[in-house]
T-cell receptor
Framework: NAGVTQTPKFRILKIGQSMTLQCAQD?????MYWYRQDPGMGLKLIYY???????DKGEVPNGYNVSRSTTEDFPLRLELAAPSQTSVYFC?????????????FGEGSRLTVL | DAKTTQPPSMDCAEGRAANLPCNHS???????VYWYRQIHSQGPQYIIH???NNETNEMASLIITEDRKSSTLILPHATLRDTAVYYC?????????????FGTGTRLQVFP
């Protein structure tokens, strides 16, 4: 199993551009999450999904959109990128509430908006 | 959502026990306490979790007070590789809701 795979690992965007961060997991996990981590700070939850077709906002959803059309994939869309979105983005997945709830994280995607 | 409070940093001598405290005074009865750690800029790594009882695994022990308002993560014999940021988290579960809200964490420095 590859676990949680994020692409790209690094990206530089210009203000106003759009892009999609990809996240895929091959563990048949129901739950998936997107977090962002600003330098020297903890992780903030952006969006999460408890199953295909179901998504919900986290702590900091503004400026982002998500979709969950399959169990495996949970892309994060940035519309009109702003310097405040410069951050490291982590995708995570878990079995769900019937198991331990342990989150499995990807390696992160480092985004810089100039 | 329950919040957690942790000291920003701690030091520990190699080979000694590291005791990391966490306050979660607004925790609800069905909310679990989780501990994760993050080494450098890697994705956070699961350590342990618990609800009411104390828990132990190969990495650490978790002590939860009887009123569940606070907990302590214990690394029994800290090594240099345990230097990391440790996050105490309350898992929020509800109808179609299941999320971990991270706090700011404790930066543990293990020194020789």
């Amino acid at each position: 199993n590859a676990g949680v795979t994020q692409t790209p690992k690094f990206r530089i965007l210009k203000i106003g551009q759009s892009m999609t961060l990809q996240c895929a997991q091959d563990m048949n996990h129901n739950y998936m999450y997107w977090y962002r981590q600003d330098p020297g700070m903890g992780l903030k939850l952006i969006y999460y999904s408890v199953g295909a077709g179901i998504t919900d906002k986290g702590e900091v959803p503004n400026g982002y959109n998500v979709s969950r059309s399959t169990t495996e994939d949970f892309p994060l869309r940035l519309e009109l990128a702003a310097p405040s979105q410069t951050s490291v983005y982590f995708c995570a997945s878990s079995h769900g509430r019937t198991n331990t709830g342990e989150l499995f994280f990807g390696e992160g995607s480092r985004l810089t908006v100039l | 959502d329950a919040k957690t409070t942790q000291p920003p940093s701690m030091d520990c001598a190699e080979g000694r026990a590291a005791n990391l405290p966490c306050n979660h005074s607004t925790i609800s009865g069905n909310e679990y306490v989780y501990w994760y750690r993050q080494i450098h800029s890697q994705g956070p790594q699961y350590i342990i979790h618990g609800l009411k009882n104390n828990e132990t695994n190969e990495m650490a022990s978790l002590i939860i007070t009887e009123d569940r308002k606070s907990s302590t993560l214990i690394l029994p014999h800290a090594t240099l590789r345990d230097t990391a940021v440790y996050y105490c988290i309350v898992r929020v579960v509800g109808w179609n809701t299941d999320k971990l809200i991270f706090g700011t964490g404790t930066r543990l420095q293990v020194f020789p």
